[in-house]
């Protein structure tokens, strides 16, 4: 059974780079089942995809956060990491990394979540 474990800082200035972490436990981040994404809801909204990494290591963005979102994957470890650029307040929200998959075209398993606030 695949699991999702986020982890990550739960502060982070306004300015500076978001950086988390998805640790993949029960399969292998190279398989052909799962495009490995991201995905965030701010307070009182609903959930907005930032993006995904294909088993490949191809990559595809939100448009409305392409220009300061980079995931990347750690094979070794079987990871895949968010960077989000330049963040602002509104950059606040609880992240999930999340399995797409892509036989069905749901987004399953998910990780907990974790809170990120942006504030200086």
């Known amino acids: 059974q695949v699991q999702l474990q986020e982890s990550g800082p739960g502060l982070v200035k306004p300015s500076q780079t978001l950086s988390l972490t998805c640790t993949v436990s029960?399969?292998?981040?190279?398989?052909?089942?799962?495009?490995w994404s991201w995905i965030r809801q701010p307070p009182g909204k609903g959930l907005e995809w930032i993006g995904y990494?294909?088993?490949?290591?191809?990559?595809y963005y939100s448009p409305s956060l392409k220009s300061r979102t980079s995931i990347s994957r750690e094979l070794s470890k079987n990871q895949f990491t968010l960077q989000l650029s330049s963040v602002t307040p509104e950059d606040t929200a609880v992240y999930y990394c999340?399995?797409?998959?892509?036989?069905?075209?749901?987004?399953?398993?998910w990780g907990q979540g974790t809170q990120v606030t942006v504030s200086s």
């Open positions: 999340a399995g797409y998959r892509t036989s069905i075209s749901v987004f399953e398993p």
């Open positions: 029960g399969g292998s981040i190279t398989t052909n089942y799962y495009y």
């Open positions: 990494i294909t088993y490949s290591g191809s990559t």
